[in-house]
C-alpha cells in the first residue's frame, strides 16, 4: 500500500503495476469528491483502497466513514485519540465495525460543552 506517493487523483496512474494498493487521506487529499475520485481511478487500475486518518476530529472521520463501503480497508480512528473533540459521529463497535450517525449529512451532532 502506498501512503505518501498516492495523494492525488493525479498519483494514482504512475503506480499502476508498482504496488498492490492505495491509502487515501480526506485531509490531505483535499475532500470527499477527491478522495471518490481517487477510488475510482485506483479501482480502473486494480488496486487494492484503504482510508486512512490522521489524529482529526469526528467530522473528517465520519466524513471519510461515508465512502467506507466502496474500499477494501478501513483504518478510520483518529478521533479516539482526541480527548476534546468538540463533535460525535462515527462510531466503531466492539468487532470493530464503522456505525454512522442517524442524523442528517455526516450524522455528526455538536458535543455541548461544560
Same mark, same amino acid.
Given at each position: 500500500? /502506498?501512503?505518501?506517493?498516492?495523494? /492525488?487523483? +493525479? *498519483?494514482?496512474?504512475? @503506480? ?18 477527491? +478522495?471518490?475520485?481517487? $477510488?475510482?481511478?485506483?479501482? +480502473?487500475c &486494480?488496486?487494492?483502497?484503504? @482510508? ?20 477494501d ?9 482526541? /480527548?476534546? *473533540?468538540?463533535?460525535? &459521529? ?8 464503522? $456505525?454512522?450517525?442517524? &442524523?442528517?449529512? @455526516?450524522?455528526? /451532532? ?5
Open positions: 500500500m /502506498t501512503d505518501e506517493s498516492s495523494l /492525488t487523483p +493525479a *498519483d494514482i496512474p504512475g @503506480l499502476w503495476g508498482c504496488v498492490d494498493g492505495i491509502n487515501i487521506k480526506l485531509v490531505k487529499c483535499g475532500g470527499l469528491r477527491e +478522495a471518490l475520485k481517487m $477510488i475510482h481511478l485506483a479501482r +480502473a &486494480g488496486l487494492k483502497i484503504m @482510508l486512512g486518518c490522521m489524529i482529526e476530529s469526528s467530522v473528517l472521520i465520519s466524513a471519510a466513514a461515508q465512502l467506507s463501503p466502496l474500499v480497508y478501513a483504518d478510520l480512528d483518529g478521533n479516539l485519540l482526541v /480527548t476534546d *473533540d468538540p463533535f460525535r &459521529g462515527v462510531r466503531i463497535d466492539r468487532d470493530a465495525k464503522l $456505525i454512522l450517525g442517524k &442524523g442528517a449529512g @455526516l450524522g455528526v /451532532t455538536r458535543v455541548k460543552s461544560a
